[in-house]
């Protein structure tokens, strides 16, 4: 059988193996452990924030992040349509259900001209409180979401969400090593959240970091992260999470940071080859590039635009069969059974790009010779 190639899979050629011995060999398997900490002070340092606090997943920092800056039951959340599930699901756990915005189609981020708009026409004050109209809840935050790890236009989200006293967490998910107006992303949003899920460029296993600039915020964050416990003895002063990184995830997230910059590097480098590729091909799109920022290129891939083109769903099929591993990729919150009932805006723009986006193998290990197969192979599926 030949070899398939991946769509994106861990490369754990550094000191990953090295540092998980040193676990093993130190007993140190749970949260309590020297990774932990070295890990949060190299994912703070590359996002340019004071500090950062790891959890267990991407989901479970959005959820703490969240909670942590007021979100409660029956309070709204705005959040763009084209997201993973994730995002959505966040909100939904603090008991609040996303207010679901579209996406800008220059950066397919939340878009701050309809932001504003929204805002202006569909919210009103009341007391210390902003309402939400048409269905009378809270407006509680707002939440950009980085995607495939290209930063939103933040600039403009952040004056209007200051405008309008609501907190921002960004899910920046994929986009640690990516910057916005060559600033890095860690001081825009109040809080910032990373994921470290295996198919994330840079990966625990799995994991998560909340980052921000706000001493204070993040110590609440990392209180209520381990059970709210102030001391030693079993007193809890509020509701809290298990929701710690273990230090074997750290030891392997350690590891992939001292790489940071090189497999960033390298997803660019794929990004760019298939650019240059696919460019000018007819019925042919390729990932948006905004001038706000500059993307840490998590996924690659184009957009199949031509309707006289197989769908999506149809070129994977045939690629699955040729040995290359692609994927279709977010279906819109909005249009998803469990949101299907949540305020949202027009999604001429989510709905017109959702389904004709193509992801591509874009694996750091992946060789320029597959990368010229995979070229080769999907052009002549796409003639
Ligand atoms: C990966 C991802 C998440 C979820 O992170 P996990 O660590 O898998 O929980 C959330 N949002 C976005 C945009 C993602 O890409």
Known sequence: MREVIPLAVPNLSGNEGKYLRECIETNFVSSAGPFVEKFEEMVARAAGTACAVAVSSGTTGLHLALHSLGVKAGDLVVLPSFTFIASANAIAHCGAAPWVLDIDPAGWTLDPRLLEKELAGRTRRAGEDLVHTPTGRRVAAVM??????????????????RSYG??????????????YRKGPLGELADLTVFSFNGNKTITAGGGGMIAGTDEKLLRQVRHLSTQARPGREYHHDQVGFN????NLQAAVGCAQMER??????????????YESAFAGLPGIGLFPKPPWGESACWLAGITVEDPGLPPVKNICERLRDKGIQTRTFWKPVHLQP?????PRSGQPVSEKIWDKVLTLPCSTSLTAEQQGCVIETVSGLLR
């Open 144 to 161: 950009p979401v980085y995607t495939l790890g290209s930063p939103a236009d933040m600039q403009p989200i952040l004056e209007l969400a």
């Open 166 to 179: 609501l907190p921002v967490v960004a899910d920046a998910a994929a986009a640690l090593g990516a910057s």
């Open 243 to 246: 929701y710690r990184l273990t």
């Open 260 to 273: 940071l910059e090189e497999l960033v590097r390298r997803k660019r480098q794929i990004q760019a080859a």
């Open 338 to 342: 469990p949101y299907r009932d949540a």
